[in-house]
């Protein structure tokens, strides 16, 4: 019975540290609406990519026909929206101003301050992320489907995990932080794999079969494509790819955890 | 005009010692150039096939377009990124002050004072991508081909400057603006690829709303010979006109500026 009132009092606890990280950080988002509204507008690149396949002769010669694109890239363009991660930035500069020591004094992992903000300018976005869709759905009126409701969650679901996922890999990459102080020039070198791997720029059924069994043995394409495909309403194997981002996830989760443990006991509290 | 380039050759010669100090990060611009290379050109075969291709461009063409892109990315990552950068933590911590009381005009201090040597590469690489374009297609380049390309260049990248240094300059009324810098830059990105790739709608976008077509193709074309004259006289047109603007731009916004913390 007390084992069973701790279990609910820590749940409690947890939702409630949740809820408090969640609200203080939707406002300061808020704050920064304008802001936003531009990263969300700098987010275009499936939008574009989907003019230059629209065009061209090759997707018909994949047979991939002009309404499988166009639902692809306009999905591809929402999961990319609600998957964008800066931890990276972020991280490194709390860690050259000194702001993570207090961080470090408070009795919670400054992991979940990150990811709560990053899920706070999810929700402030989504307003903007609708604008758009709406003109691009006026420009093409053809191209409006809205998945049934079991779907639509199942589509959600899986961009949260993507996003977590997405998430988990760029907060492992920022510990490199604690062992140099130019730690977010490799973020860069992060973002090309993604570009190119993930189905962003391609669907990956045009890549060559050798580069396709390549970028499935990244963690990219279950970041985009997965949840695109799935929010288009493709034929996909859900379970599978379910099962292999949560691998991934569990896979980060250990080693984010590690080099967080070794990375703190080089910390020098720089700034403070 | 001496003392103006004498003036640019110590800032940067000042500024190539300061990043002298950071050499690691060679390896990672390298690391970054040649991914994204890879990328992008993987990315363009894949518009290849036996009986396709983008926008009627033959590969070797197209090759010259992303080669001008490549060089763009360099001056870039040399120029704009480092200086106009700045401004916007000039307007934030009110240090624009100093800047305007120098005796040089401020414009020229604000947009030249840093310079990156990262971007180098790129610019090398941008060339090599072209040459391949031209030995592929068997150009005949005569003198006449290459001042024509070289004027399309410069355009372009005076256009390129004017776009970054117009949503920097915004930073006087908006102070936080540097991701207008990213909103533009990802749009870019739309310059790897022939203008003539694009969906009617798109292509308009980019020639008279954002000139992305005087960026990377127009260049193109006029080293292919196959540009008209009325997209040279337009590009030149254009480019002066967007510099006159930043001018006339950067003396407006200052009237506004109220700095902060003086």
Redesign the interface.
């Known amino acids: 019975m007390s084992r069973i009132n701790l279990m609910s009092k820590n749940i409690k606890r947890f939702l409630r540290i949740s809820f408090a990280l969640f609200s203080s950080q939707y406002s300061l988002m808020i704050e920064y609406r304008a802001e936003i509204a531009l990263w969300a507008i700098s987010g275009m690149l499936p939008l574009i990519m989907l003019g230059i396949w629209r065009e061209s002769g090759i997707s018909l010669a994949l047979s991939l026909n002009k309404d499988w694109l166009t639902r692809y890239f306009i999905s591809a363009f929402i999961v990319r929206q609600f998957t964008a991660v800066w931890v990276m930035v972020s991280f490194e500069e709390d860690n050259l101003e000194g702001r993570l020591s207090p961080y470090l004094l408070q009795p919670i992992m400054p992991f979940w301050r990150y990811f709560f903000s990053h899920i706070a300018e999810q929700f402030s976005r989504i307003p903007i992320v609708l604008i758009m869709l709406l003109l691009v759905f006026i420009s093409m009126p053809g191209a409006f489907w809205f998945p049934d409701f079991g779907h639509l969650m199942i589509s959600i679901f899986a961009i949260f995990s993507a996003f977590c996922v997405r998430f988990l890999l760029h907060w492992l990459f920022s510990m490199i932080c604690f062992w140099t102080d130019r730690a977010s020039a490799l973020e860069r070198l992060l973002l090309i794999p993604y570009l190119f791997l993930s189905g962003l720029v391609a669907p990956l059924e045009a890549f060559p079969d050798s580069i396709k069994t390549f970028a499935l043995f990244t963690p990219f394409p279950y970041i985009l494509s997965f949840p695109s495909r799935l929010l288009a309403g493709q034929e996909i194997n859900i379970i599978k790819n379910f099962l292999i981002l949560f691998l991934w996830g569990l896979v980060l989760i250990l080693l984010g955890h590690y080099f967080w443990k070794l990375g703190l006991k080089r910390y020098s509290g720089m700034g403070a | 005009m001496n003392k103006i380039i004498k003036t640019i050759y110590s800032f940067w010669s000042t500024s190539i010692a300061i990043e002298m100090e950071?050499r690691?990060?060679i390896i990672?611009e390298i690391?970054?150039l040649s991914?994204?290379l890879?990328?992008s050109l993987?990315?363009l075969s894949?518009?290849?096939?036996p009986?396709?291709?983008?926008?009627g461009w033959s590969w070797p063409s197209s090759l010259v377009v992303l080669g001008i892109y490549t060089i763009l990315d360099g001056f870039t990552i040399s120029i704009l990124q480092p200086n106009l950068s700045r401004i916007v933590r000039h307007v934030q911590n009110g240090t624009l002050d100093f800047v305007l009381l120098k005796p040089i005009y401020s414009q020229l201090w604000v947009s030249l004072r840093l310079f990156s040597p990262w971007g180098i590469p790129s610019v090398f690489v941008g060339m090599i991508l072209i040459l391949f374009g031209i030995y592929y297609n068997n150009l005949i380049i005569n003198f006449q081909t290459i001042i024509c390309f070289l004027t399309m260049l410069f355009s372009s990248l005076l256009i390129l400057y004017s776009l970054w240094f117009l949503i920097a300059s915004t930073s006087i009324w908006?102070v936080?603006?540097w991701?207008?810098n990213?909103?533009l830059?990802?749009?870019l990105?739309?310059g790897r690829?022939p203008i003539y790739?694009?969906?009617s709608?798109?292509r308009r976008l980019f020639t008279f709303i954002l000139p992305i077509a005087f960026l990377t193709t127009v260049p193109a074309e006029a080293l292919l010979n196959i540009s008209s004259p009325s997209w040279i006289t337009a590009s030149v047109f254009v480019s002066f006109s967007f510099l006159n603007i930043t001018i006339w731009f950067w003396r407006y916004a200052l009237r506004f500026y109220t700095s902060a913390s003086s």
């Open positions: 950071y690691f990060n990672i690391l970054s991914g994204n890879i990328g993987f990315t894949l518009f290849y096939g009986n396709t291709n983008l926008g908006f936080k603006v991701n207008a990213e909103v830059r990802s749009t990105v739309a690829y790739s694009y969906p709608l798109l």
